[in-house]
């Protein structure tokens, strides 16, 4: 196997397993509340981190005062907030639905880069955005819920919230004015995201005083070292021995692995919504990654770099 075939292979398992955390979270959330799961994810994933860190000998920069308000910024939104709607999105609505919402991350990620920073977008990018919203309308329209009634707009829309909460992550990541490298980032996103999310955990939601599954616990097990800190390791090894370019090729593969899964895994039926939606997301991110192929600082602008729009992050 070639060095550039082993990173594909890598970068293929990587986005397979950000299509699994959409599995998970689906099965936490029949047994565990949001802000309690999420502060358990954390709390296993950190110790994971940290000896990453150590056996890479990475290092954390002095932080400065405003950089350290952005990165608490960013932890609250890309990492509690995205995990926390996620998993309240997914008490209302289906994997597969989920599945394809969450692949529109790339797309929406270049939609409020030009919302907030006032980028004037091209005929190819107002493409993709129009397809990924074809995309996500094909699985809004009402049909089966998660809970056998009419399907939920509002799980729907608690979704894609997880999504924007996501793509704020990207855009406050482009004006930190030290950036931090990948694992020093991950690192510090995940003891933030714990500090805050065990306070509402605690306060609101009490998990003593109600059982919590075994299944949802190995979901969150499972959450926290597989697709978190193994999701992570896999998505740079591939990174390391491929173009940019060709990495944000494989981000297409996490709407379509997360359907495929809530059909083999949850057994939810697929219906032809939610094929076409799936459809037209990868479209459309593939599009987006075909425009930064012939411009490349374009596609930068939008935040949709190397990391191929911190899609790994999330994972």
Known sequence: ????????????LAMILVGSTVIASKVIAAGIPPFT???LRFAIALPGFLLLMKLT???LPTIGRGDGLLLVLQAVAGSVGYTTLLISGLRMTSAADAGVIIGTLPVVSAL????????RPGVALLLAIGLATAGVLAVAVPGEGADGGRGTWLGNALVMGAVVCESLFILLNKRLRQPLQPLALSTVMTAIGLAASIVPALLFEAPWRHGLPSGALTAVLYYALVPTVAGFVLWYAGSARTTG????????????SAVAMAF???GESVTTGQLVGIGCVVVAVLSLVLVGNRNPGRLRKSGCGKGACELAKRS
Do not use: D, Q
């Open 112 to 119: 409020v880069s030009i919302v907030v920073l006032k980028e």
């Open 264 to 266: 083999l895994l949850l």
């Open 57 to 59: 000998g990475t290092r």
């Open 245 to 256: 370019s060709e990495a944000s090729l494989f981000t297409a593969l996490a709407p379509i």
């Open 1 to 12: 196997m070639s060095n550039k075939t082993e990173g594909y292979f890598y970068l293929a």
């Open 37 to 39: 799961a999420t502060a």
